[in-house]
């Protein structure tokens, strides 16, 4: 973050529909969902070092703190909502939900942070066969593209590594997240397309950070998303 550290990070955008946080307090919530509660190496030691960054910043406006949250479970939107529910306790300002799956900067915080909206997200390589990534818009998948401006904003992301200003919270209805039939078939949709339904309606933005995002690594794929 250079010489500021984190006294810039954290504050809203003029005009933003997501309120202001009160105070100069900054309280991020890692919460890590999994189905196994098992990470691998690789993310431990990713998240450690961001974890280490994080605490080592200077943020003079005020108090900054951060900590680490996990829980596993067959139901992901219920894991969710309980990590949800745990931040909320522990007074968080922001939380960062990320999978164990991925690889990403010691400031991955710094940045998401900086960025100032309600809601950021990092793009990734989810399938490596059909060349799917996280982000849509229009039901078609967004791929990286060396022109495209540091933040876009899209329709929805897959929950890989998005960071919640704690506010919308208050202005979304439960369920956050949850699985919904299609149609009169067997299958169901992804959880978190329920989510970002919800912020279209609210006109909460879901921005991807496109600059971060070719730093991360898929850890399934074994290769960096772009």
Request: aromatic share 8%; charged share 20%.
């Amino acid at each position: 973050m250079g010489p500021k550290g984190l006294e810039e990070v954290g504050k809203q955008l003029t005009g933003e529909t997501v309120p202001h946080l009160a105070g100069n307090a900054l309280r991020v919530a890692v919460c890590v969902p999994s189905h196994t509660g098992y990470w691998p190496a690789k993310f431990a030691g990713a998240l450690s070092n961001m974890v280490i960054h994080f605490q080592r910043s200077n943020y003079d406006a005020g108090e900054h703190d951060i900590t680490v949250m996990s829980k596993s479970g067959p139901v992901m939107p219920e894991v969710r909502h309980r990590l949800i529910g745990d931040a909320l306790a522990w007074d968080a300002t922001h939380i960062l939900m990320i999978s164990p799956e991925l690889t990403f900067p010691a400031d991955s915080i710094h940045r998401m942070l900086a960025r100032g909206r309600g809601v950021v997200a990092v793009n990734y390589l989810k399938n490596f066969i059909s060349q799917e990534f996280a982000a849509y818009r229009l039901n078609e998948s967004v791929r990286p593209d060396p022109v495209l401006p540091e933040v876009e904003e899209v329709d929805g992301v897959s929950i890989g590594m998005v960071l919640f200003c704690i506010p919308i919270f208050d202005i979304l209805e439960l369920p956050y997240f949850r699985h919904d039939q299609v149609d009169d078939t067997p299958g169901f949709t992804e959880d978190h397309i329920h989510f970002w339904n919800q912020c279209k309606e609210k006109e909460i933005p879901c921005v991807i950070d496109h600059e971060l995002s070719q730093e991360i690594q898929s850890l399934h794929h074994g290769e960096l998303w772009h």
